[in-house]
């Protein structure tokens, strides 16, 4: 073989052994790694999808690194909100829901004013949130598991059997949902909510 040249067989990257040097978490245009190289470890197999980022096949997912995939979405000029991951998308950040559903539901607070549009690629909503209702996760601050359940159980359309089996891992008894709905009068979908939460009571 003529000096320089590369055996077609011959690996361009050693993905075994970048994957161990690798973050938890990639997600392109927020990381020093080039896109390209990112591209040939997707294609390689060291990469897996996680929202809108990567992590390593060898990794698996967790709250915390699904948090980290979307944080490069909150832009800083929503800092002063306090921008909170709420819904559907902080659903998925916690495991319940498979599939990052778009736009990203956040909670803006503070007295200001909401802005006249909605940032790209995000939805804004005023809620008011209570004490213990957010936890930080890689920096990202998400609503927590019980009110995650409690936003899902007033939607319009929700299924209480995969909420049940989250509050199970989570060590969370159906009761204290229904506690903390029968304490927030002023919640919209509150009515709903509580007949799915005391379903999950029966079962």
């Known amino acids: 073989m003529a000096p320089g040249r590369r055996a077609r067989h011959e ?5 075994a052994g970048m994957t161990k040097l690798l973050p938890d ?28 980022g990567y992590h390593p096949v060898d990794a698996p997912p967790t709250p915390s690194m699904r948090a980290a995939a979307i944080a ?11 921008p909170v991951v709420a819904g559907t998308s902080a659903a998925w950040v916690w495991g319940l829901q498979p599939r990052l559903e778009e736009p990203l539901a956040i909670i803006a607070q503070g007295e200001r004013r909401m802005p006249a549009g909605d940032p790209p690629g995000l939805r804004l909503h005023r809620v008011r949130l209570g004490e213990g209702d ?6 990202l601050h998400v609503t927590s598991p019980l009110r995650t359940a409690i936003d899902l159980l007033r939607a319009e359309e929700a299924d209480p059997g995969p909420i049940g089996r989250f509050l199970d891992e989570h060590r969370i008894e159906p009761g204290a949902v229904v506690e903390s709905l029968l304490g927030r009068r002023r ?10 939460a ?6």
């Open 11 to 15: 690996p361009i990257l050693d993905t």
């Open 25 to 52: 978490v990639l997600v392109p245009g927020a990381t020093a790694i080039p896109d390209a190289m990112l591209r040939s470890l997707v294609l390689d197999g060291a990469l897996v999808p996680i929202g809108p």
């Open 72 to 82: 490069p979405r909150i832009p800083p000029g929503l800092a002063s909100r306090r």
């Open 134 to 139: 957010v936890v930080v996760l890689a920096g």
């Open 187 to 196: 919640l919209p979908g509150r009515r709903r909510a509580l007949v799915r």
């Open 198 to 203: 005391q379903l999950l009571l029966t079962r």
